[in-house]
Structure formats: C-alpha cells, structure tokens
C-alpha cells in the first residue's frame, strides 16, 4: 500500500474566506422557541420560563442519590492540597471516579452510563469543582466535549455501542481542536486526514489538549482534502489514543488548575478507520459547535459552585475578622463586597438551573442561553473570587499551605482566583462569546437584511433584500415603541413582601430598548457592523444582565412557591437585579458614549511602534523562541510523556 503524500503547509486564508467557514458551521435554522433571541429582539417572552422547569421525579432520585454518593467520595478520597503540591490527581482518586461511574454521568444506561439529566450532572460538576477544579475540568473535558458528547448526537450506533461503554467506565477521552497557530479561527487548521484505502491518516499537530495527556480516546478535527469520491472539508474523528505515531509531546503547565493534565499532542501518519470517522466529511466544524452548545454549561455549573465557596468564607472570615471593634462585614466597604458575592451567586445559581433545565426538556433553542451562561459566569465568578482575595487582605494573597504552616485555617483563596481565571479563556473567550452571541442576537436583521450589506451582491438582490426588510420592519419596529413594561400592574404574580415585578417591568422596557439600539446601529454602520465590536460587546451583556435578572426572578418564585427559603430568595433576587439595573444603565450609555474611535487609532499607533519609547526603562525577562511553536513534521521523534493510569491495588474491576 503506498504512503499519503506529506501533509500541505498550512492553509493561507483570507478573511472573507474564514468567515464563511465559520458562518457556514453555524446551526443557521430556529426550529424551537429562544428566550434569549426574543430577548434580542426586544420580545419579552416571559412566558417561555416561567413557570420554572422541573426535572421529572426520577430524574431527581437518581441524582441525589449520586450526588450523595459523590460527596462521600469528595470528602473522603479527595486531597486537594495533595493535588495543588504535586500538580497531578492521584491514579487512585481518578480509578475511584471510573469505579463511582463519574466517567459516565451523561452517557445512557444502556451503555453503562448514569444516564443524569444536564441539571444533575452540573450539580456534580459543581461539587467535585469546588473540591479541586482540576478533578471538575478532568469530568467535563471527557463528557462536556470529549468523546461522549458528539457521539450521543452525531455518533452512528455501531459507534455508540463501541466506545460509550469504553467512555462511561474505563476509557478517559479529549477534545482535539486547538492547533499552536489557530484558535478561533478554524479556516487555517492545518491537521490534515488524508484518505487512503479504508482508513484515514493523520499528522499534525494539537495544542491545549485537555486530558490529551491521560486520555485513551480522542477526537480530533482535522482537514480532508478534496479528492475524487471525497467532498473534503474539516472532519470528525475517534482516535485511538494509543495508536503508532500519537506522540504526546509536553504536559503543558499553567497558573491555575494546576492538576489539569494538558498538553500537546502529535500526530505522525497515524492510521484511522473510515468507521471512526464521525459524521460526514466537512461536518466537523459544525459537529463540534454544535457540542459547545450544551457543553458550555459546565462552566457555569463550576462558576457557581465557586461562588458558594467564596461566599462561605467570605460570610465566615467576615464575623470573626474585627477592626476599629465590629466585624469587617459591618464596614461598608467590605460589605458592599459580600452583597455582591451573595446576590450574584443566586443568579448564576439561577441562570445555571434554567438553562440546564431547558436543556433536559429540549422544548427550548438553547443555544445562545448556554452561550450567555458561559460568558456571564465565567466573568462574575472571577470578580466574585477577587473580591473574596480582597476581602480576606494579605491572607488572601498568601496561599493555603503558608497559612497551615503557622497555624492559621488553611483556605486557598489566591488558587481559587488562579484556577478560576481561564474560564474566561475555556470554550470560547469572553472576547469571541461576544461576537458570537452578538451574530446570532443580529441573526433576524441579516436573513432579512443581509444582502443590503453585502458587497459581493448585485443591485438586483440588493432590491429584493430592501422590499424584504421593509415588510419584516414596518412589522417589527412599532412593536418596540410600547410594551407591557409600562404597565404599572404587570407580572403582578412576582408581587410580594418584596416586589419582583418592576425588575421584570424594567427587563421588558430594556429588551426593547436594545433591540432599538441594535437597529439604529445596523442603519448607521451597515456592512461595517462587524467591525464595531465594542458595540456588540455592551449589547451582548446587556442581554446577559437582563437573561440573568429574569432568571432570578424566576427561581426567586419557584422558591417561594415551594416554601423553600422563599422569602430570603425574593431578598437575593431583589438586591441582585438592584446591582445588575445600575450595569446595565452603564453599558446603554457606552453605547454611544465610549473612547472605541480613539482606542483604534491608539492601538494603530502601537504597532507601528510610535509609542515604544514608552516602554525604555525596563528589561524584559521573556526566554528566547518564536512566538508560534514549529508544527511542521519533527525530523526526530520527541518523547512520549502520555500518562498511563495505573489501577490502584485493590480497585474493583468497573462494569462492562
């Protein structure tokens, strides 16, 4: 059999032609009902939350008796400090996971799984997070976007039956996309699948391979090229982690989630069965997008678990720690902290739960609340555990064994803060969730609008794009001017010893008022609304403020329909959207009134090194190298430091 050709350089790109890409692995069509896109819209639709969702009662059995289950295990078997100091979780606490059935939370019974709900499973991701986010990232990175995931949508059932057995119990999997020279844009993968007989084959190389260096299965984008018989195209597939010419170069380390077993992995005319290929060729991009969409909700789910913790020791330190003779907590400087840690706490809490819960009852288009989700408590987490850090002073700072070595409670604050900041970085930067939320808040204006802004359209389609935007807003904009935000008696329901219902009055008023805002800036700026991307950004946390205020009130009156802490929610709820009210004020006026114009012209000046006078005076520490690491073929093989997890003496055989 002859060998493939070496693999081609790497793909040059224009970047009209990595749009396309992109735009073509969106899920284009809304074939269910979004609170969120109607919330872009400045359509209020209340009614698609509210009453909240609940989980059928088995759903809710089996996963508290797992959760129990896995507390027990946390508490007992788990040593975080041990995983903090030797930057790596213990063989045997990961052969206790496999052995409790954590690997396969979200698989289905029928092959071995728990089969939990997406409520559940965030519920565990939660708790083992706040215990060692390093153990949270392990279990998310191998069900959230590993092999599980896009097998449970994608996978053909002679997939399924082979390997989610291997996932559930056994087999720890990965997610392979990221390349040392791409990151969000996928148009210059370079990893190439060159077809050959009935197998693929592999080289390339992929880096920030989370659980790359302990995984037994992966899933690895790479490009097709076109060929006869062969559509071609970024392609899906299941890879035998232990297959000749899979190299795992380096255990990357990083500054936080110090256990994480990260690295970078190569591949050298690595061998793949066309029957691992998952989905059609030039799927693979929209395979994986479309696995983000429920995925990103593992994020959050640790986000809020984080912010329990941080509120528990802020409550705790702030009673004991006294200064000019009360408690810190009564000082309002460090009690303005604390609110902010208790009420926003609730509504991600809220935000998780709602967005889960659509999730298990797929009545709902979710994937813009998920993307919200992830963007909203990745970026309040990481300002709740600052302001923990600041709270707790210089013992913030100090870490948890130097507080234990004299004498003091050992509470790692400054690791909380490390560990949580790549959440901000994970699936998706803050910066990216912007434009990518922002594309499918505007998704209505361009199916009917489009073609106006489109240069490469002729004057024809241009007409017929301006007739169609006609009908769809003189419809539309009437629709913004009033609403029943002005109503001083609506959602009375949310009316009670604490009032809800003017927060959900101003969430009306606000959506329209955005959907107003976006308008008037696609009339203003047109084809160049994608360049503005300050201004997508204030649009999309606005809309994440006013999805977070409703689903605080709306959690608020499930608890308090339930007797459950019902009074004390509404108080959270209250408080919560009092704070989020003052944001989003801010961010309508940046709108229009921000320094975005003279930031560019700053930044434009910057790289032409008009201003590296500014940076004499210094000495940079930096270590030699290039900035982008050689992906070429290596012309000597470099060692494998794949980790193989070694079954503790006495560990149970898990179940087929």
């Not at 507390?71 to 606490?93: G, H, L, N, Q, S």
């Not at 926003?344 to 609340?369: H, K, P, W």
């Amino acid at each position: 059999m002859s060998a493939p050709p070496t693999p081609s350089s790497r793909p040059v790109v224009t970047e009209r032609e990595a749009r396309r890409v992109a735009e073509a692995a969106r899920e284009q069509d809304w074939r269910k009902p979004s609170f969120a896109k109607e919330l872009f819209l400045g359509r209020f639709r209340l009614d698609l939350i509210h009453p909240h969702p609940l989980p059928a009662d088995e759903d809710v059995q089996r996963g508290e008796e797992f959760l129990a289950k896995l507390r027990d295990f946390c508490e007992t078997k788990i040593d975080p400090a041990v995983i903090e100091r030797d930057a790596r979780i213990p063989d045997e606490v990961i052969d206790g996971l496999k052995e409790l059935g954590a690997l396969g939370m979200k698989i289905d019974t029928r092959y071995g799984g728990l089969g939990l709900t997406q409520v559940y499973y965030n519920k565990a991701l939660a708790l083992a997070g706040s215990v060692s986010p390093a153990v949270g990232a392990l279990l998310s990175a191998h069900q959230s976007i590993g092999v599980p995931q896009p097998l449970k949508q994608f996978g053909t059932r002679e997939q399924k039956e082979r390997f989610l057995p291997r996932c559930a119990r056994t087999d720890i999997s990965a997610f392979l996309l990221t390349e040392p020279d791409v990151g969000s844009d996928p148009a210059r993968l370079a990893t190439t699948a060159v077809p050959d007989g009935d197998d693929y084959v592999l080289d390339g190389v992929k880096l920030w391979t989370t659980n790359g260096v302990v995984a037994d299965l992966l899933v690895v984008m790479a490009r097709v090229p076109k060929s006869e018989g062969h559509p071609g195209g970024i392609t899906a597939f299941v890879v035998e982690a232990a297959s000749e010419g899979v190299t795992v170069e380096n255990r990357n380390a990083f500054m936080g989630l110090r256990g994480i077993e990260n690295g970078v992995t190569r591949f050298h005319r690595v061998r793949v069965p066309a029957a691992h290929r998952i989905g059609p060729e030039g799927a693979g991009l929209k395979i994986a997008l479309t696995t983000l969409n429920t995925g990103r909700l593992s994020l959050p789910a640790m986000c809020a678990g984080a912010g329990k913790w941080c509120l528990k020791i802020a409550r705790e330190w702030s009673a004991a720690r006294e200064q000019w003779g009360k408690p810190v907590a009564l000082h309002e400087a460090v009690g303005s902290k604390i609110a902010f840690i208790a009420a926003t706490t609730f509504a991600l809490e809220a935000v998780l739960d709602l967005s889960s819960q659509m999730a298990d009852e797929d009545r709902n288009d979710i994937r813009i609340e998920a993307a919200l989700a992830k963007l909203y408590g990745s970026e309040m987490a990481w300002l709740m555990a600052d302001h923990l850090v600041q709270i707790r002073g210089g013992r913030g700072f100090e870490t948890a064994a130097s507080l234990a070595a004299r004498g003091e409670r050992a509470v790692p604050a400054e690791q909380i803060l490390r560990d949580l900041r790549i959440n901000r970085i994970f699936e998706g930067s803050t910066e990216i969730m912007h434009l990518l939320i922002a594309r499918e808040a505007v998704d209505a204006h361009l199916s009917v609008a489009g073609d106006l802004i489109d240069p490469d359209k002729s004057l024809a389609e241009k007409a017929r794009a301006g007739a169609n935007a006609g009908v769809f807003y003189a419809k539309w904009l009437p629709k913004l001017v009033t609403g029943a935000g002005q109503l001083p008696n609506a959602y009375g329901e949310f009316r009670h010893e604490v009032d809800l219902s003017g927060h959900l009055r101003y969430v009306e008023r606000a959506a329209r008022k955005l959907a107003r805002s976006t308008f008037y800036a696609m009339s203003r700026w047109q084809g160049r609304m994608e360049t503005k991307q300050g201004f997508l950004g204030r649009i999309v946390d606005i809309g994440a403020e006013l999805f977070a205020m409703s689903a605080a009130c709306v959690r608020a009156e499930l608890l308090r329909s339930r007797g459950d802490h019902g009074r004390e929610a509404y108080q959270l709820a209250d408080a919560f959207c009092r704070q989020a009210r003052i944001r989003v004020e801010e961010l309508f006026t940046r709108l229009w009134t921000n320094t975005d114009d003279l930031d560019r012209t700053l930044v434009k000046g910057v790289l032409s090194g008009t201003y590296t006078w500014l940076e004499e005076g210094v000495l940079d520490p930096s270590g030699d190298g290039p900035w982008i690491a050689d992906t070429g073929p290596s012309p000597v093989p470099r060692e494998d430091v794949r980790r193989v997890i070694e079954k503790t003496q006495g560990a149970a055989e898990p179940d087929a």
